[in-house]
């Protein structure tokens, strides 16, 4: 079946250093699925950060970026300067295809900003 | 816009005794309706979608059962709750087939 591996947490980084979480997957239901990161703030429900559909192309929001990498199967999570208010759970997900299939997600990604 | 609300917020339940948990949709007609659950320290797993009223799949064997009984409203619910139960339930919608998903707020659960 379909499956994402990312990061493992939690990942605790100086705020204002850069960001890198891996995601990787494995589509067997379909070539090039949709891939998202969603977020979870502490206090707050799951929420979609970021979205891309089409192989190549680069998502971005709220200072983070994604690109949907089909060769090498990954969609890394990016960010130049991490903040204090990006701590926060992070999912790599992607959607199979099939009829009402939903999203296959990640373990999640805990990210601790520290002050440095 | 649409709001998705869950409820309760926190429960805790004795092993065998029933449970019901809640999901609304507002401002979106004929979604298709899921339910997620993540153990702690566990990965987001689907147990069940439904597509329209009265029609509910079962994705993951929990000894959980899911009811739509109208176009807006999904439950999910058992008659004997297991300590294997405990965890966070997630609702959600999407407009159909590998669309993003829109969660709700979440429903926390522990099993004594």
């Known amino acids: 079946g379909d499956s994402v591996t990312q990061t493992e947490g939690p990942v605790t980084v100086s705020e204002s250093e850069s960001l890198i979480i891996n995601c990787t997957y494995s589509?067997?239901?379909?070539?090039?699925?949709?891939l998202f990161w969603y977020v979870r703030y502490p206090g707050e429900g799951l929420q979609l950060l970021l979205k891309?559909?089409?192989?190549?192309q680069k998502g971005s929001s709220r200072g983070f970026e994604a690109t949907y990498n089909k060769e090498t199967t990954s969609f890394h999570l990016q960010k130049a300067s991490v903040q204090e208010s990006d701590s926060a759970v992070y999912y790599c997900?992607?959607?199979?295809?099939?009829?009402?299939?939903?999203?296959?997600f990640g373990s999640g990604t805990k990210v601790i900003p520290c002050l440095p | 816009a649409q709001t998705i609300h869950q409820w309760p917020v926190a429960e805790i339940k004795a092993v065998g005794s029933p449970l019901s948990l809640g999901c609304t949709i507002k401002?979106?007609?004929?979604?298709?309706l899921y339910w997620y659950w993540q153990a702690t320290g566990g990965t987001l797993q689907q147990l069940f979608y439904?597509?329209?009223?009265?029609?509910v799949e079962s994705v993951v064997q929990l000894n959980l059962s899911a009811s739509r009984p109208k176009d807006d409203q999904f439950i999910l619910s058992t008659e004997k709750l297991l300590l294997s139960h405990s965890g966070f339930y997630l609702c959600?919608?999407?407009?159909?087939?590998?669309?993003?998903?829109?969660f709700g707020e979440g429903s926390r659960l522990i099993v004594v």
């Open positions: 959600a919608w999407s407009q159909g087939p590998g669309n993003t998903l829109y």
């Open positions: 589509a067997t239901s379909i070539a090039y699925p949709n």
């Open positions: 891309v559909i089409t192989a190549g």
């Open positions: 997900a992607l959607a199979p295809t099939g009829f009402a299939s939903a999203l296959t």
């Open positions: 401002g979106k007609s004929s979604p298709n």
């Open positions: 439904s597509i329209t009223v009265g029609q």
